[in-house]
């Protein structure tokens, strides 16, 4: 890379333009007292006077490389190195099919539950630095989308490639902590967090959320539940064989007791979004909550350029003394 080590030494070019005018002031240009110049006007001026712009050229072409020179250009490498002990975080996103309520507005578009996830998750990744972070999906069954990776472009990518309903119709809870937990166990690390995200009861899978938060404890993992959507009945855009696409309102239950006592177990915390703007919210607090320490060190090597300006610099100057007491000597 390319620097000034002295940036403030170009303040100086900030004196030529005065400089130019006092010059211009104190200059004296020779008279002769003729009583008609019509004797002399056919007379053209020579190259060597139609080139005396070069003298007061150099010594202003010599200054500002001066300037330059004194400025220290500098060209090198620097390198950062960064150590951090990030936390792991998976998140474990519901993907049933009560997740297609249209009940949130994002940019102001009704969406459904998913995909206003999916923006808010998507912000919440790029904000993390040195963290582990993974993926787990549920419905009927629960697995693993993304393993625990600092690749957070992949994740966000995999990400928007979610749908609902491809990992069954109903909610199993309980497995999608249990397969969370297994993650963890992947890559050691001074502090595990799940984000669980659900909008409704688990009624399916083969471990109760009760005991899966024992294990959790066991293993001090720290569970964060979110309990996605409006309270009371959803909108749901439906294909009806007879009347076609049309919207049907239903009730969508979360459980709130079982996701506030998963956290309460694991020393996490219990939200409530019911709204894109709390969601975001939701997401901001957690960031906060789990922040990572990272430690940067700056190594830099650079070389000294400023002979490359002061040496045309030096020839600059020698040039115009040698022209103004030679071919371009003034007399007086």
């Excluded at 969508?252 to 996490?268: C, H, P, Q, S, Y």
Aim: hydrophobic residues 45%; charged residues 25%.
């Amino acid at each position: 890379m390319f620097r000034f080590a002295d940036p403030y030494a170009f303040l100086c070019l900030l004196a030529l333009p005065a400089a130019m005018y006092v010059w211009k002031k104190r200059r004296k240009y020779p008279q002769l007292c003729a009583a008609s110049l019509s004797g002399v006007a056919d007379i053209r001026r020579s190259a060597v006077l139609r080139l005396c712009w070069i003298v007061p050229f150099l010594k202003y072409a010599a200054f500002v490389l001066l300037v330059i020179a004194l400025a220290r250009p500098q060209w090198g490498t620097r390198q950062i190195s960064m150590k951090t002990e990030g936390i792991n975080i998976v998140m474990a996103v519901d993907l049933s099919e009560s997740m297609a309520a249209l009940d949130f507005k994002q940019k102001g578009e009704i969406v459904n539950r998913l995909e206003a996830v999916k923006g808010v998750v998507q912000e919440f990744v790029g904000k993390r630095t040195g963290d582990r972070i993974g993926m787990v999906v549920f419905g009927s069954h629960a697995y693993t989308q993304v393993p625990l990776t600092r690749d957070y472009a992949t994740i966000v990518s995999i990400l928007e490639r979610l749908s609902i309903g491809s990992a069954g119709k109903s909610t199993a809870i309980g497995d999608a902590i249990g397969i969370s937990l297994k993650r963890l166990e992947d890559i050691r690390s001074k502090s595990n967090v799940i984000i669980l995200l659900t909008d409704g009861q688990s009624n399916s899978g083969e471990f109760s959320p009760g005991a899966a938060a024992e294990i959790a404890v066991i293993k001090s993992v720290r569970i964060y539940t979110i309990g996605v959507g409006s309270r009371g009945r959803a909108p749901f855009l439906i294909n009806d064989p007879v009347f076609g696409r049309r919207y049907v309102y239903q009730q969508v239950d979360i459980d709130e007791t079982t996701l506030k006592d998963i956290a309460r177990k694991t020393g996490g915390l219990y939200f409530r979004a019911e709204n894109t703007e709390g969601l975001q919210r939701i997401y901001d607090t957690i960031d906060q909550l789990e922040k990572t320490e990272v430690k940067v060190k700056t190594y830099a090597e650079f070389s000294e350029l400023y002979g490359w300006f002061l040496l045309p610099a030096i020839v600059l100057l020698m040039l115009r003394i040698i022209l103004i007491n030679t071919r371009f000597l003034r007399i007086p």
